[in-house]
Structures are given as structure tokens and as C-alpha cells.
């Protein structure tokens, strides 16, 4: 395991490999490795699997090993954590252009870049739970203000590729419940300590 506490590690760690797959395929494809199916979530559900979800963070960053990397070139799961928390603070905007404007396009989100200038590793487990807590309730409020009319309205990604709000919602919970089993937390259906 990395060398770590809640604390996190003294000194900065060798950053991650950069993310090179196109997580938005998921929408049409679904999720070979964490089992999630294709196609569109409305938002209220969105808000409830992310309020669910929430639990399995929370039983994860109360963790022993929730600071520590597996491996060098892996995330330890309060850096997931911020990962989310990040996607958490960028939802409630995206959505809010979706809703207001015609088809707009969305600059580009680096997330490896995200993670080395906001030093997820050395953010403490429980600032990353109380973080995640806040953005994630924020994200859920958003969400359950977005009407059912408004799912087909659209916004395109910076590489192009055309959005639905049902979709986008779909990319979203696709990525806090994934991230959720890579951190070591529970499959979407179990007990958020994993039973």
C-alpha cells in the first residue's frame, strides 16, 4: 500500500496515468467493469442513486485505508472522492446552461489536471467527506429541480459528442457509483457497508 494516513502522504505522489478513455460511451453502451446499464436516467432519480451513493463514501472515507493508494498509479478512494466532488461542482452549471440556452457546447474538463492543482492527495479523509457531503446534497437539490420536459434538451461536450439531459444525468451517476467501487465502497442495491 502507498504510504499514507487520514492526513495523506507528506509528499506530492507520482500523478496518476491521465485518463484516456471516453467515459460518455457508457450512456449508449453501458459499463463492462462496474455492470452499469445503458440509456437515460431522469434527474429525480439521479438525485436519489447520488443521495444513496453518498452512504457508500461516507463508509469508505471513515475507512482505515481511506488515504492510502492500492498502487502507485491508483487513486486511493479520498481521491476519488474529490474526483466526485469535483463532477458534484460542476453538474449544477452544466445543467443550469442546458436548461437556458439552445445546444450549447462545454469547454473541456481536464480531471488529471483538476487532481494535481487541487492536490487531491493531501486532502484529509474527513475534508473530503464533509466536501463531498456538501457538493453532493448541492448536485441532488439541482437535480430535482429539472423538470421531466427538460431531459431531451442537449449540450455538447468540447470533443463534439451531443447530451440529453437524461443522458448527461446517466454519465453522472455512471461516474459517482463506479468511482464509489473503485474507492472499495458497495455495488449500486447494497448495503452501504457493503452487506
Known sequence: MFDSSDSGPRNAPEPT???SRNWSIVVTS??????FQAGSIAPDEAARRLRTAMLGWETVLAG?????????????????ACHVRD?????????????SFEDPQFENWDQDEAAVRHAYWAV???EAAADLRRWVAAAASTL???????????GRRSDGTRMTIGELCANFVHEVEHHLQDAGGPRPGQHAAGG
Open 17 to 19: 496515468p491521465r485518463e
Open 30 to 35: 453501458g459499463c463492462p467493469e462496474c455492470g
Open 64 to 80: 482505515p485505508a481511506a488515504c492510502q493508494r492500492p498502487a502507485p498509479g491508483t487513486w486511493s478512494p479520498t481521491e476519488y
Open 87 to 99: 463532477l458534484c461542482r460542476l453538474l449544477p452549471a452544466r445543467l443550469a446552461v442546458m436548461v
Open 124 to 126: 484529509r479523509a474527513a
Open 144 to 154: 430535482e429541480a429539472v423538470v421531466v420536459e427538460q431531459m431531451s434538451r442537449t
